[in-house]
Antibody, heavy 118, light 106 residues
């Protein structure tokens, strides 16, 4: 079975750095893109970025370009989303998802809650 | 950036009724539109891709229609488990989501 398992909840202070992870299993990891989607408290879904593990090609939403970094380690079938300096407005649930059929998100991780508060 | 506008924001219906949700794009997305369902505390689930194709395991009561800028998701007869928030998403130019429609029990 396809599974995406994300790292646990994080509580950080403004200005701190953070890297959250998403481990894929049950499929050929290098053949499908992995994306990240943000959901702020009580709000809708926002696409953040995608990466293709096969060649590490990345695409960012214009809204998130320069704010986060997406990366992947094929050897351990894991994708990452990283911040250098967190802001309170980064507080949200972050989902990873596999790009499957038609380039859409067909399998999702359970979500990682990131809380940024002083 | 392509903006997706969903309407209505909230739809109040009873089990067994028909639900019709709308998604309008700020410019043509051809047929590159998907629909997702999200229940409280859960990750979204892909329902429909490329406007009218049901994803694996999605019941036949869910159907999608449209092309260009106007799309609809229809749930033929609402089951109790269908009360949730529904999002549309386009993949014509980058990826964007609509703001969502909440289908609630009347």
């Amino acid at each position: 079975d396809v599974q995406l398992v994300q790292s646990g909840a994080e509580v950080k202070k403004p200005g701190e750095s953070l890297k959250i992870s998403c481990k894929g299993s049950g499929y050929n990891f290098v053949n499908s893109g992995i994306g990240w989607v943000r959901q702020m408290p009580g709000k809708g879904l926002e696409w953040v970025a995608v990466i293709h593990p096969g060649d590490s090609e990345t695409r960012y939403s214009p809204s998130f370009q320069g704010q986060v970094t997406i990366s992947v380690d094929k050897s351990i079938t894991t994708a990452y989303l990283q911040w250098r300096s967190l802001k309170a407005s980064d507080t949200a649930i972050y989902y990873c998802a596999r790009q499957g059929v038609a380039g859409l998100f067909d399998y999702w991780g359970q979500g990682t809650l990131v809380t940024v508060s002083s | 950036e392509i903006v997706l506008t969903q309407s209505p924001a909230t739809l109040s219906l009873s089990p067994g009724e028909r639900a019709t949700l709308s998604c309008r794009a700020s410019q043509s997305v051809s047929s590159y539109l998907a629909w997702y369902q999200q229940k409280p505390g859960q990750a979204p689930r892909l329902l429909i891709y490329d406007a009218s194709n049901r994803a694996t395991g999605i019941p036949a009561r869910f159907s999608g229609f449209g092309s260009g800028t106007d799309f609809t998701l229809t749930i033929r007869r609402l089951e109790p488990e269908d009360f949730a928030v529904y999002y549309c998403q386009q993949r014509s130019n980058f990826l964007t989501f609509g703001g969502g429609t909440k289908v609630e029990i009347k």
